[in-house]
């Protein structure tokens, strides 16, 4: 019997160009919502796998332009809950967009406004939807990498982030 310790391995990226401007407004559980506001949010991701041959969890070269690309659909955009039970987003025929929520009406460029599948446009919901986006990136073009866990953070103000830590 070993007491040797049990190590994990995992990279972290938290590079200055792994960012997005988007405008959104918060929903909250009373019913009220914020005003139609933007934020310049950062991106870091931290993936724990076991080691490779090579002794890499993965290659740095890799996985940057995944996470690059994910956030780069993102920016400058209205970002929109396509999830929410009460909000409705209905791209009309003139290349608009109408965003609904109780008494507000947003007439905007359709291409201007991303829908996510989500519930409401928190960091922390933005955490999970770039963590699902860069699981299935990661199974289409890196099957060989099969993460352990994934974390994903999305800071919206210096000091303020949404978390998200996917495990197997």
């Known amino acids: 019997m070993s007491d040797a310790p049990k190590k994990t391995w995992s990279i972290r990226i938290h590079k200055d160009y792994l960012k997005f401007s988007a405008a959104h407004f918060l929903i909250f559980p009373d019913g009220t919502a914020e005003r139609l506001h933007g934020h310049n949010y950062k991106v870091w991701v931290s993936v724990e796998t076991e080691l490779d041959p090579h002794g890499l969890v993965i290659n740095f070269k890799a996985i940057?332009?995944?996470?690059?690309?994910?956030?780069?659909?993102?920016?400058e955009y209205l970002l929109v809950p396509g999830r929410h039970p009460v909000l409705t987003c209905v791209e009309l025929g003139d290349g608009m967009a109408e965003i609904r929520y109780r008494e507000r009406r947003y007439l905007v460029p359709a291409d201007e406004v991303r829908v996510l599948?989500?519930?409401n446009t928190s960091a922390e919901n933005l955490a999970g939807h770039v963590a699902d986006r860069l699981l299935a990136r990661l199974a289409e073009r890196m099957p060989e990498v099969t993460p352990l866990a994934l974390e994903v953070g999305v800071e919206e103000t210096p000091g303020q982030a949404?978390?998200?830590?996917?495990?197997?």
């Not at 949404?162 to 197997?168: D, I, S």
């Open 117 to 119: 599948p989500i519930s």
């Open 162 to 168: 949404g978390v998200v830590r996917v495990q197997r």
């Open 64 to 75: 940057k332009p995944l996470v690059r690309s994910i956030v780069d659909e993102l920016d």
